[in-house]
């Protein structure tokens, strides 16, 4: 039978349409696919939505426009960047400050304006370039900014005001102190009202410089960095308070600021009096204190907590919406993070929150229903959901599906609407909006696996208990696509297990970094376990490693090997270990004092010896090498260098500033004393972590090196 040239041509698409839908599903990662600084990342992400609020109207933000958006995700555009001009290339940073003006506020490199969406025109504008730190209060349309070191307001005429003369290298003005610890992240703090502004000053001209260089000009220059280690000369920090009606600044008579951290400034509602957090140098007296704004002169102590081990100050006090005489304040003082009513006489009226979980986020208030909105771990030690809690029952009713990690959430104007994003283990990304006050809501967006068409690992959590034989751990665990039970697989374990960070959670892919992704495409198992020492487990999980940072850890970690000897896919001739920081730390530390356990190991920007580390951090939870002479020696890893017996390569960036490169170098010495073998790789220019697509090829260096020598 003859077979028509129609009929042939048919034939073969279909036959490339089928060979197409099977290669499709045995596509292979890369790292230009999995790593953030990779060509091909974003493509690879869940889709988004990139949203906010205008008063109870959710808006949406794109590159080009923004506008608004209904309960079926209808857009309708308000604005477009090439009505305003031609210098406008992003609407993403559009916020909406005023919720009953039609006013969106945009800037760029040289400009912050409002324009009025309703109008079609530009009502306001501000100079912008050259303005670092930049902190602008809707309320006056003052910004503060930092240039050459000094601070400044320009007001909304334009008019500059310049706050400081001294400012330099060793004076520092309107920008986050105390290494950023503390829960600070900037240096400028706006009153209610717009009118005055606290700021940090910082005097660092007593603190030791680190010999920082930049290696790339024709002849190498000194770029050093303060850098005070822990048990040495720390800076000196004070608050001033500068008012744009009197033109003059006073600063807060707290005392000599010597061997003290002063944290989460906040401000009374009718702007006239100040509190912030006042912690000594050993962190286990904190004090609550409030100044008055116009003199600087203490009004009181209302509230003191102290601690066997250190206490923590993490987040400003928050004044109730409709009761300017409450404030809520958070502490960990019964042993998990919880949320306590107060009056400004510094009387606690009640705990609003109790229980063995911790209050991870407030992200705000209803002032209709009077309740305020959290984020916790109530109802999973691995998950983050959004609870109301009545202020004055304490009742709390959650919001939501009540699956999975809350990523992000924002409130309306009112409080009684939320946006909030979300993913689950089996689910990329979720986009809900919620009414607060009746719980009743819609789906806004579901996201399709980015992944789809992409040869998949198997991604899996469970659990196993501490070397206390009581407290449960958590683990995941990432194996190959074809995985074969009857196998052996070469296993690697990442790692960081210190503080203020945790692995393990049930979000998508149970939280899997996806480097992860990329080994198990290779042919390896991964585990990672979140060890005692870690966050939002309370006090006593993250206060077990206290003066002896790493013992406890790797006491975890070594029950998760334990578990892994049960396993008989896992091949415990071939196990290696990779962590970054305090990871690269404990994969050291791991390396050598298991060496016939660790075949293989990549250790990032590890902590070496403590005693090189930074005051804030590292007297927290170490004290001082004067005061703590055994935990130091204990947990120095220069005295392990000579039991090393793997092949361990160590990563550092150059230009490290969180780890200065003295700890890696001082391995290194120790190593060479000893006889034993690291290999080393330094990126030129980088600091802690690397960047852009330099992140690419490191993770292919790591990669590489299990590769060579495990496998």
């Known amino acids: 039978m003859k077979i028509s040239r129609a009929t042939r041509l048919a034939v073969l698409l279909i036959f490339t349409a089928n060979s197409f839908s099977m290669t499709a599903q045995d596509r292979r990662f890369t790292l230009e696919d999995l790593n953030f600084g990779g060509a091909n990342y974003r493509k690879m992400l869940p889709q988004n939505k990139w949203l906010t609020w205008w008063g109870e109207q959710l808006m949406y933000q794109d590159a080009e426009e923004g506008g608004s958006l209904d309960k079926n995700g209808q857009r309708k555009t308000l604005f477009h960047l090439s009505d305003i001009g031609d210098e406008?290339?992003?609407?993403?940073?559009?916020?909406?400050?005023?919720?009953?003006?039609?006013?969106?506020?945009?800037?760029n490199g040289k400009e912050r304006i409002l324009y009025d969406f309703q109008k079609n025109t530009v009502v306001w504008r501000q100079e912008r370039s050259k303005q670092a730190f930049a902190d602008w209060s809707p309320k006056s349309k003052a910004v503060a900014y930092v240039q050459d070191h000094q601070l400044y307001i320009m007001d909304a005429e334009g008019k500059v005001t310049k706050l400081s003369e001294d400012g330099s290298r060793d004076i520092v003005y309107g920008q986050s102190v105390h290494r950023n610890e503390f829960g600070i992240e900037k240096g400028t703090f706006w009153s209610p009202d717009g009118q005055k502004l606290a700021f940090y000053r910082m005097d660092q001209s007593?603190?030791?410089?680190?010999?920082?260089?930049?290696?790339?000009?024709?002849?190498?220059?000194?770029?050093?960095?303060?850098?005070?280690?822990?048990?040495?000369?720390?800076?000196?920090?004070?608050?001033?308070?500068?008012?744009?009606?009197?033109?003059?600044?006073?600063?807060?008579?707290?005392?000599?600021?010597?061997?003290?951290?002063?944290?989460?400034?906040?401000?009374?509602?009718?702007?006239?009096?100040?509190?912030?957090?006042?912690?000594?140098?050993?962190?286990?007296?904190?004090?609550l204190v409030s100044y008055h704004a116009e003199t600087g002169e203490k009004i009181t102590e209302l509230f003191r907590e102290t601690s066997?081990?250190?206490?923590?100050?993490?987040?400003?006090?928050?004044?109730?919406?409709?009761?300017?005489?409450?404030?809520?304040?958070?502490?960990?003082?019964?042993?998990?993070?919880?949320?306590?009513?107060?009056?400004?006489?510094?009387?606690?009226?009640?705990?609003?929150?109790?229980g063995p979980w911790v209050v991870i986020e407030v992200i705000g208030f209803n002032k209709k229903s009077q309740s305020i909105i959290i984020v916790s771990n109530e109802k999973n030690p691995l998950q983050r959901n959004i609870y109301a809690v009545n202020i004055k029952t304490g009742k709390r009713v959650p919001l939501g599906e009540g699956i999975g990690c809350v990523q992000d959430a924002k409130l309306s104007a009112s409080g009684q609407q939320i946006y909030y994003k979300y993913s689950a283990p089996d689910i990329p990304r979720v986009i809900d909006v919620c009414n607060t006050t009746n719980g009743k809501g819609y789906e806004l967006l579901r996201a399709t696996d980015p992944w789809k068409d992409y040869l998949q690992p198997l991604f899996e959590s469970g659990s196993i208990k501490a070397a206390d034989g009581v407290t449960d751990l958590y683990y995941r665990m990432v194996k190959p696509h074809d995985f074969d039970p009857t196998k052996k697989y070469p296993t690697v374990v990442y790692v960081y297990g210190g503080p203020h960070a945790h692995n393990v959670e049930a979000s998508w892919h149970w939280g899997s970094r996806s480097w992860e992704t990329y080994m198990a495409q290779k042919g390896y198992v991964l585990f990672i376990l979140d060890n005692r020492g870690s966050e939002r487990r309370g006090l006593d999980f993250e206060q077990a490693t206290f003066h002896q940072l790493g013992q406890i850890e790797m006491?975890?970690?070594m029950k998760g090997v334990e578990f892994l000897r049960t396993l008989p896919y896992v091949d415990m001739d071939r196990l290696g270990v990779h962590g970054w920081s305090f990871g690269g730390f404990m994969t050291i530390s791991l390396m050598t004092n298991y060496p016939d356990v660790f075949k293989v190991g990549v250790a990032g920007g590890p902590v070496i010896d403590w005693k090189w580390y930074e005051v804030m951090y590292g007297e927290r939870y170490m004290g001082t090498p004067q005061d703590n002479p055994e935990g130091y020696e204990k947990t120095s890893l220069i005295t392990k260098a000579q039991n090393l017996k793997g092949k361990l390569q160590i990563i550092t960036g150059y230009n490290d500033n969180t780890v200065v490169p003295q700890h890696c170098l001082s391995f290194l010495d120790a190593c060479i004393k000893a006889g034993t073998q690291p290999d080393f790789f330094a990126y030129p220019g980088e600091e802690h972590n690397m960047r852009?697509?330099?992140?690419?090829?490191?993770?292919?260096?790591?990669?590489?090196?299990f590769e060579d020598y495990l496998k």
């Open 88 to 107: 406008w290339h992003s609407a993403m940073n559009a916020e909406y400050p005023y919720p009953d003006q039609p006013l969106v506020k945009l800037e």
């Open 206 to 287: 007593m603190v030791a410089d680190y010999p920082q260089m930049d290696i790339f000009p024709r002849e190498a220059t000194y770029e050093p960095d303060k850098y005070p280690m822990a048990g040495m000369t720390s800076h000196q920090v004070t608050v001033g308070v500068y008012d744009m009606n009197t033109r003059k600044t006073i600063y807060l008579q707290a005392g000599d600021p010597t061997d003290r951290y002063f944290t989460n400034i906040a401000w009374s509602p009718d702007a006239k009096t100040i509190y912030l957090f006042e912690l000594n140098r050993q962190q286990n007296d904190c004090r």
């Open 308 to 354: 066997d081990k250190y206490v923590e100050p993490l987040h400003p006090i928050q004044f109730l919406p409709w009761d300017d005489t409450q404030f809520i304040m958070q502490s960990q003082k019964d042993g998990y993070n919880h949320l306590y009513l107060f009056n400004i006489e510094g009387k606690e009226l009640k705990q609003l929150t109790k």
């Open 555 to 557: 006491q975890d970690q």
């Open 692 to 705: 852009g697509h330099a992140s690419v090829h490191l993770h292919e260096r790591i990669t590489q090196y």
